[in-house]
T-cell receptor, first 113, second 116 residues
């Protein structure tokens, strides 16, 4: 299994809603990432988890709350988002200590109304 | 700080022809990795090719090859025998070699159109 699976693929939410994005991988990777990508732009790193511990937070607003409940799962909890947060959210993973490529999921397209 | 520059926002190529996408980077480190990722409209980022900085030989994957010029800090991607399925946005990316969970630094991307 060489997949990173993200759900949902599409999400529309209001600014007062609370929702979550989910990411799952079964490749034994212990590093997992959240990226935000605007249209026609490169992905921007948000968070990195290493061995289920948050190792990098790129000064992301607190309305985005990551969670890594176990080595296969990564969640991104969303609350009180703004319309400018509408974007494609990509999850990625790789082996800790492996300086090769990241494996990406297909992304969750988020629209904030 | 490391930077990656892709100077061609858009490129087009005729099917079956060859196209080269440019990428330059800036770093003071000697240990690093370079990647080309492809992102079709389906959204998923797919690794096309990777190059370790310590390797002098240019990486090749089927129709995809790179021209890695370390001194010039240049890392171009050549796509031979272009196919309609190659149409996508291509990102050049850099990663520090010493970083276990280091970030990928992406260029701004090049949108490749393949004409039938």
């Amino acid at each position: 299994d060489t997949e990173v699976t993200q759900t949902p693929k599409h999400l529309v939410m209001g600014m007062t809603n609370k929702k979550s994005l989910k990411c799952e991988q079964h490749m034994g990777h212990r590093a997992m990432y959240w990226y935000k990508q605007k249209a026609k732009k490169p992905p921007e790193l948000m968070f990195v988890y290493s061995y289920e511990k948050l190792s990098i937070n790129e000064s992301v607003p607190s309305r985005f709350s990551p969670e890594c409940p176990n080595s296969s799962l990564l969640n991104l909890h969303l609350h009180a988002l703004q319309p400018e947060d509408s974007a494609l959210y990509l999850c990625a993973s790789n082996l800790v200590g492996y300086t090769g490529e990241l494996f990406f999921g297909e992304g969750s397209r988020l629209t904030v109304l | 700080a490391q930077t990656v520059t892709q100077s061609q926002p858009e490129m087009s190529v005729q099917e079956a022809e060859t196209v080269t996408l440019s990428c330059t980077y800036d770093t003071s480190e000697s240990d690093y990795y370079l990647f080309w990722y492809k992102q079709p409209p389906s959204r998923q980022m797919i690794l096309v090719i990777r190059q370790e900085a310590y390797k002098q030989q240019n990486a090749t994957e089927n129709r995809f090859s790179v021209n890695f010029q370390k001194a010039a800090k240049s890392f171009s991607l050549k796509i031979s025998d272009s196919q309609l399925g190659d149409a996508a946005m291509y990102f050049c990316a850099y990663r520090r070699g010493s970083s276990n969970t280091g970030k990928l630094i992406f260029g701004q991307g090049t949108t490749l159109q393949v004409k039938p």
